[in-house]
């Protein structure tokens, strides 16, 4: 099985039931939690423009105040399943849901020694990860007959 065929039949039409935020977001699956340091999402713009987070001073004095609005695309997607996973070309991890949300898990992030890892628990994916992006290019794994 290669990280690609993992990755989705991991991801395709499951859904998580909780999720956290940090300076790193997890999201809790039924088996296994999908860390990322970044999420972007075009719905991002969507609901600064059309939301009373503008509004809402306390969001913006915050000390991450973007963090209020990912974790609102995030919480939109609570229970809903994965219609789609794809794995582009910088090992981003870009996931599209039944209720036509798109999620962005970036390679790009700066001064990060990890981008994404589907986890047991959400730990440091260099202890124990099923499949993880260490850098831009770089998906590892240890699930059972994996190849790259």
Same mark, same amino acid.
């Given at each position: 099985? @290669? #990280? ?11 859904? =998580?039931?909780?999720?956290?935020? %940090?300076?790193?977001?997890? *999201? ?27 509004? =809402?001073?306390?969001?913006?004095? @915050? ?11 995030? !919480? @939109? ?17 870009? *996931? ?20 994404? %890892? ?7 994916? =260099?202890?124990?990860? #099923?499949? %993880?992006?260490? %850098? ?10 994996? !190849? !790259?």
């Amino acid at each position: 099985m @290669t #990280h690609l065929e993992f990755i989705e039949r991991s991801l395709l039409g499951k859904f =998580y039931w909780r999720f956290a935020v %940090a300076s790193s977001f997890d *999201l809790s699956f039924e088996d296994f939690v999908l860390s990322t340091q970044e999420m972007v999402s075009p719905d991002e713009a969507f609901v600064c423009d059309n939301s009373r987070l503008e509004t =809402y001073a306390r969001s913006r004095e @915050t000390a991450n105040p973007e963090l209020v609005v990912k974790s609102a695309v995030i !919480s @939109t997607c609570l229970g809903v399943p994965i219609a789609a996973v794809d794995v582009l070309s910088d090992s981003s991890l870009q *996931l599209t849901f039944d209720n036509g949300v798109a999620m962005r898990l970036p390679t790009d992030t700066p001064i990060v020694d990890w981008h994404w %890892a589907i986890t047991d628990s959400g730990g440091d994916p =260099y202890v124990s990860c #099923h499949v %993880a992006c260490f %850098a831009p290019g770089e998906i590892r794994g240890r699930m059972p007959n994996a !190849s !790259s």
